[in-house]
């Protein structure tokens, strides 16, 4: 078991840990991300879960962590986090190995999933808020500070009452198009309605009910995708756009409409990338943040 590694993806909402070696997950537990805890009684929470995995003697008490976070990371300091409880400049210890968790998906993927064959690769993940990798010729784009890929930050309604985003500003992309702004949306024009609770029973209501204001709800979250995914494409020009968070899970339905979409929006229909739910589902962040290298 030398190649094993503790691996961790903290998200917004939940938090995957486990013990991984290349593509495998040999154990995993998913608990809900400790968000009412100090910056570290936060590290404090991630030691104590990293012992659970020690304690199946399988791996010696030195082991490093590799944690996919999100935020913006320069080496061990995670410099800002917006979706997360955390200081920012917040210095993890040298045992924790950072990496942010849309570019840990997307290596992921790139080396073992629906990614694999393609040069110029974008991994979108969608939940609390909208996560992004970028692989260009096999290298993980980082920019400055580590701040490439916040694709969630690109303004899209620049109206002054838009959307405020958890970054602290408005119309920002996944203050439009993220799983938490489908609910809200949802909540907002239904609110006595109980499928409005999470982005698993809208899609449940649409898709078997055919309920005609989650129809139209969900229509509208498709079309915002679309947005962003379009400035996307016409930026960068991907290979292919794969499709992380709970909405892919959602892919076949909401697949031909941001078709459609994107058809029409993107610079010209010949630039429209291939498109594909993620191959790993939710464990690419787990497998990506163990293929961080030691600083």
Known sequence: MNNCKISFDIGGTN?????????CIFWERIVPTRSDLTPADFLAWIDALADETKDADILPASTPIYIAIPGQIQGNTLLRANNLPLQNNMAFPSRMILSNDANSA???EYL????????????LTFGTGIGSGIIIDGKVISGLNGAAGEVGHMMIDSRADAPKCTCGKRGCWEAIASTTALVARAKSERPNEAWTQNGEAIFAEVRQKNNESAVAIVEQHIKNIAVGISNIINIIAPEVIII???????????????LAHLEKSAYSPNTVPDLFPAFMKNNAGMIGAALAPKP
Do not use: C, N, S
Not at 244 to 258: K, N, S, T, V
């Open 244 to 258: 992380g968070g709970g909405i892919a899970e959602q892919f076949d339905y909401i697949h031909p409409r941001l």
């Open 15 to 23: 938090t995957r840990f486990g013990i991984v070696a290349k593509e």
């Open 106 to 108: 997307a290596l992921a």
């Open 112 to 123: 073992y999933g629906a990614g694999q064959g393609y040069k110029t690769v974008v991994m």
